[in-house]
């Protein structure tokens, strides 16, 4: 049998004040605070009493994750990416606008449910990023800002010659008073006097090829990390795009002179994304030089059910469990399927069902495609 405590209220009253108060203030922050210590105590503390600080006791940094201490259940298995560096007020309103409708739900313009396992999420304000990056000059970046639109973070920047800001994809260890550039509109006249007038490779590279520029793929070197990639000459990026994704430029059509410089002969370019597929994009694609922010995004966990919700996505429910009506799976008595091969509610075959890989008219943009069933071949022959 559970024996009452009993907590002192009169002697220790102001001791248990301060206790209850400190806890409080614990379950408020989740980050790191350091002790500001008076005038009185400065000179009374010693050099190694300064440099002490307090840890909030319900926080646990293990490595590039932040974990908590489990003070209550939906905490437990919380795990997060350490992104300190990221703004915490609000977004910049004139490149927002509110997301609101029948998409929110997952429901097209006639009122159907075309993406399931949609709606109810914490409302949103989308951002306009800006994916073509035609506007040259130097751009500083003002902060680093969380979206909830995408995985990866996204940087506020402001343009030095007219003070017009706007949004791109942030790389990875961007941070704010950085200044990136956009060569995708021609080279500055200055950085060609700088060369003796004559495009010099080398020189180009060791002068353009910096985390956050964009550039035309034609002007990056081979075997450098590139995001936000573009395919055609005048379009926006469309490849790496999300969360710590990044591609690599392997070859382009190029030939050596008799004084050892390298031209650019061909159109194209080709370059391996990360499922492993090498495609072919134009030589004046556009691509960013670095790796797309937020790369442990992918190891973070919720920790609970109620943080899916916010972020709009609804549970989903197992075909076995409904009933008759509602999916192929369904009814029965006990767990039952009826002995029938999977299929989606709406009865197409779900697990090695319809081809849908086209054999004649491929894809001519991919020269390599991406490794499927674990690199190996699907032997159909009896034997």
């Avoid at 000179?43 to 646990?60: L, M």
């Avoid at 996204?154 to 950085?178: H, P």
């Avoid at 072919?280 to 966990?301: E, F, L, P, W």
């Avoid at 090695?352 to 495609?369: A, H, L, M, Q």
Wanted: net charge positive; proline share 6%.
């Amino acid at each position: 049998m559970l024996q009452p405590q009993f907590r002192p209220l009169l002697a220790g009253t102001a001791s248990f004040a301060q206790t209850v108060l400190g806890r409080t203030i614990a379950r408020c922050y989740a980050t790191k605070a350091a002790t500001q210590s008076g005038s009185s105590s400065s000179t009374s503390n010693t050099g190694k009493d300064a440099k002490a600080k307090i840890v909030t006791p319900y926080v646990r940094d293990a490595g590039m994750m932040r974990t908590y201490k489990p003070h209550t259940p939906g905490i437990r298995h919380l795990k997060r990416p350490i992104n300190d560096h990221l703004w915490k007020g609000r977004p910049y309103l004139p490149l927002t606008f509110p997301k609101k409708g029948q998409s929110k739900g997952g429901r097209n313009h006639s009122g159907r449910i075309t993406v399931r396992h949609r709606g109810g999420g914490h409302k949103r304000r989308i951002r306009m990023v800006d994916f073509e990056r035609w506007v040259p000059g130097p751009h500083t970046v003002l902060r680093i800002e969380y979206d909830p639109g995408r995985s990866a973070h996204i940087a506020l920047v402001k343009e030095e010659a007219t003070g017009r800001k706007s949004y791109i994809v942030a790389a990875d260890g961007m941070r704010a008073g950085d200044v990136v550039q956009s060569y995708r509109s021609g080279l500055p006249q200055d950085l060609l006097d700088s060369m003796g007038g004559v495009v010099d490779p080398g020189i180009l590279a060791a002068r353009t090829c910096w985390r956050g520029n964009c550039l035309p793929v034609s002007m990056i070197p081979v075997g450098t990390q590139i995001y936000c990639v573009g395919s055609r000459p005048d379009g926006k990026a469309v490849f790496c795009r999300s969360a710590g994704t990044y591609a690599t430029i392997i070859s382009k059509e190029e030939e050596t002179r008799e004084d050892g410089t390298k031209v650019m002969t061909g159109k194209f370019v080709n370059v391996r994304l990360q499922s492993g597929e090498i495609r072919r994009v134009s030589k004046d694609a556009c691509a960013t030089v670095g790796i797309a922010s937020n790369i442990m995004h992918h190891y973070r966990q919720l920790g609970k059910a109620g943080r899916s919700r916010w972020l709009n996505i609804r549970p989903t429910v197992r075909g076995l469990a409904m009933n008759a009506n509602d999916h192929p799976h369904g009814g029965g008595r006990g767990k039952s399927k009826g002995n029938r091969h999977p299929v989606s509610p709406w009865g197409t075959p779900a697990k090695g069902g319809y081809k849908t890989r086209r054999k004649s008219n491929v894809n001519k943009w991919v020269v390599t495609p991406r490794v499927r069933n674990m690199g190996v071949r699907r032997n159909k022959k009896t034997t």
